[in-house]
């Protein structure tokens, strides 16, 4: 007699400790194998984009905050600069300084939170994840000095900043980026040399280099595979052609080399801070935009290297107080394109590991 | 029973030697059995909050500190907590099995105390195939695991249970052959004997053998780095994910208490059991037993978890070899020196294990573990 086996479905999510928040695959396992999987988007869509249009220009800014919760602040900037596009506003020289600050004070904080959430996917039961929401929470502390906000902070204004940061802020923000070098170097030691992160994550869900170019991928996990594709540096943004910092890349496009970027790129981040924090100037934080404003009749699209990849928004206005149309490119959406043909013939361990990996926020991927 | 029995018991019972022990077999038994079943329980409590502070030590936080002093009345707050939980079983669960597997997996745990020593002849059954009971009864948990699995008619409760008796089943082996090392040196099988024989612990000189076994051993129990059956952040909680109430209240008991029985174990096989200066035997025991406990959490706390296939690679390649080598060094040695081994050689054992686990450890290979998948029609 022969026994016979065969495929079986198995739903991962869309309530799952794994799936950083509500999202549904649907996996094809042969044993541990998979052998297809079909990912299910789509629970968390709020219709962002449609609200868009029936809020002004100014009343957007919250709403971009719910996008990729992890990094409020890129998302008020991305939006920010689109609508400056759009109407043509300069923004002051502190307003621009602070601006970097603060996105790139984002990009770390929501790096840790990548890096630390991709070793609790491993299995590293959490001690990873609590040291790195440690500086996570310290760099929240500095948000909520400027906004009185830990998460969604709503800060940033068309034309440059609500209100100037308090005194406090600079020295504060002086000694953070110190602690958060040292400790960059303390992580290492727990986790570069870790022989089973090592034999868990490298060659695991290799995202090749033509792939992810024809998927449009974006940070780190485009840069994981070997393309050096940095919008600060291809596209200089607000005042980044100022900075002097690289952009690492990995080799293999492995979760390795995604996970390896993500702790290169805080530690340039760290570089651009300690710059950016020696030059900021004097001066106002805003230039004056009535709360109603009609930008001329057009569109722009404007993007930024949010810590996910290319985040984008294009704008169509009509000349009314509103958007016509507002789509935003989220990154984290667009890097899940490429899942299955990274996971297909992986375990079901890795995908969990491949999937975490990738970085993603469902706020964001379904919006 | 006349009263002067009673009382010699009652002094056995307080681990102090009395010269006819075991005396009365039944009476040795019922207190004996319920000493264990209480040491158990008790122990298990103390892991949980062990367990629970060492990772908030370990993790840059505090750990609870709110029941009682230190939080030490912690585990008991959670047990009355999962105890008033309601108890759901799946409509289509298999009742039966899904009943019966909590209670499957938990007897053999207390089984095995049976035979370990707490002190100079202080045990319940002194058994002369001790070791090969201990490593015999211990793996039948996982059939309790895998009812669990398959009863709970839940996919994830299945992988859980399919990779725990996978991995039950290659680390026996290994296991068992670490093991072996030790039976030569001490010339029994019986734990009490080999307890005896160690002057000087064997961990000296059996350093890779111990090794293997801590090893095996945190496999067989499913303790991280190869916790795949729970593997929280994979199939939600494993085996154990359709229960509550009570029925997981065992299965968490089950958890801790065979990670008490391999450090039980291991002291005993390798640490020289209860033997120790001034304290009296069982604290020496208790200490040791501790001391291993604190090891697992640590490397719980340290390391992510290893892949299915990553895992049986380590058994079959790494321990696998290592054990045989371990037994066939052993043999040489003990034949060499019949009447115990000199010290010097602590250092030489030392030295090839250390040689041993390098070479190994370098064929280790990393970014292999694909299959090629046919495309689906």
């Given amino acids: 007699m022969t026994l016979k086996t065969e495929p079986f479905v198995l739903n991962i999510g869309p309530v799952h400790p794994s799936t950083h928040g509500v999202f549904r695959m649907r996996a094809t396992l042969d044993g541990e194998v998979i052998i297809d999987l079909e990912p299910v988007f789509g629970y968390l869509h709020r219709g962002i984009e449609k609200l868009a249009e029936e809020r002004t220009f100014t009343g957007f800014i919250p709403l971009t905050d719910r996008l990729d919760y992890m990094a409020s602040m890129s998302n008020n900037l991305g939006y920010v600069l689109a609508v400056e596009k759009l109407a043509g506003i300069k923004v002051p020289e502190r307003a621009e300084y602070m601006r970097v600050i603060l996105a790139e004070f984002q990009r770390i904080a929501s790096h840790l939170v990548a890096v630390g959430a991709f070793f609790n996917d491993c299995g590293a039961f959490f001690t990873p994840f609590i040291y790195m929401f440690r500086e996570r929470e310290k760099i929240y502390d500095l948000f909520e000095m400027l906004s009185g906000q830990r998460v969604l902070y709503n800060y940033m204004r068309v034309g440059g900043f609500n209100q100037d940061m308090p005194d406090e802020f600079l020295p504060a923000a002086r000694t953070l980026v110190n602690q958060i070098r040292h400790r960059l170097d303390e992580y290492d030691t727990l986790l570069l040399e870790n022989e089973i992160a090592i034999a868990r994550s490298k060659g695991v869900g290799i995202l090749p280099k033509e792939l992810a170019i024809s998927v449009g991928a974006s940070g780190p996990v485009l840069r994981a595979s070997g393309v050096k594709w940095d919008l600060r540096k291809a596209d200089p943004y607000s005042i980044y052609d100022r900075f002097e910092f690289d952009v690492p890349t990995g080799t293999a496009g492995d979760c390795y080399d995604r996970w390896r970027v993500r702790v290169a790129e805080m530690r340039q981040s760290v570089r651009i801070l300690d710059q950016a924090l020696k030059q900021v100037p004097g001066g106002p934080v805003k230039t004056y935009v009535p709360q109603f404003f009609h930008p001329p009749v057009g569109e722009a699209y404007a993007h930024i290297e949010a810590p996910k990849g290319e985040l984008g928004f294009y704008l169509v206005s009509d000349g009314s107080i509103a958007p016509y149309r507002c789509h935003i490119r989220a990154p984290s959406f667009i890097n899940l394109t490429a899942l299955k043909e990274m996971v297909v013939g992986w375990k079901m361990q890795d995908l969990i590991i491949i999937f975490g990996s990738i970085d993603i926020t469902m706020g964001e991927v379904d919006r | ?377």
């Fill in chain 2, 1 to 377: 029973m006349t009263a002067p029995a009673l009382s010699r018991q009652l002094s056995a019972v307080s681990f102090e030697l009395s010269s006819d022990w075991p005396g009365n077999f039944w009476l040795h038994w019922i207190i004996f059995s319920v000493i264990l079943i209480v040491f158990v329980l008790v122990m298990v409590l103390a892991f949980v909050y062990i367990e629970r502070r060492g990772a908030g030590r370990i993790q840059a936080r505090i750990g609870p500190n709110r029941v009682g002093p230190f939080g030490v009345l912690q585990p008991i707050a959670d047990a009355v907590k999962v105890m008033l939980k309601e108890d759901i079983v799946p409509f289509t669960a298999d009742k039966i099995v899904h009943f019966l597997a909590p209670i499957v997996s938990f007897a053999p745990l207390v089984m095995i105390f049976a035979v370990v020593p707490f002190g100079n002849g202080v045990l319940l059954v002194d058994l002369n195939t001790g070791i090969l009971y201990v490593v015999a009864i211990a793996s039948l948990t996982s059939v309790g695991v895998l009812m669990a699995g398959w009863g709970s008619s839940n996919k994830y409760s299945l992988l859980g249970a399919m990779r725990d008796v996978a991995s039950v089943v290659s680390y026996e082996i290994p296991m068992v052959l670490s093991v072996l090392g030790v039976v030569m040196m001490a010339g029994s099988l019986s734990l009490a004997q080999i307890v005896q024989s160690q002057n000087i612990p064997f961990i000296f000189f059996q350093p890779l053998g111990s090794l293997v076994f801590f090893i095996a051993g945190c496999a067989e129990i499913n303790r991280s780095p190869f916790d795949l059956l729970e593997a929280d952040s994979e199939l939600t909680a494993g085996f154990h994910t359709e229960y509550s109430g009570m029925k997981f209240a065992l299965f968490y008991l089950v958890e801790y208490g065979e990670a008490l029985a391999l450090s039980a174990v291991i002291s005993t096989l390798f640490l020289s059991g209860w033997r120790g200066p001034i304290l009296p035997p069982w604290l020496w025991l208790v200490g040791k037993i501790v001391v291993i406990f604190f090891v697992m959490v640590w490397t719980r706390m340290t390391l992510p978890r290893a892949r299915i296939d990553q895992l049986m690679a380590v058994a079959w390649k790494f321990l696998f070899p290592l054990a045989i080598l371990n037994f066939l060094i052993t043999g040489v040695e003990v034949l060499a020196w019949p009447n115990g081994l000199p010290w010097p050689l602590i250092f030489v054992n030392f030295a090839i294990a250390g040689l041993l686990i390098l070479a190994f450890s370098r064929r280790y290979k990393v970014g292999w573990g694909r299959v090629e998948v046919r495309e689906l029609r």
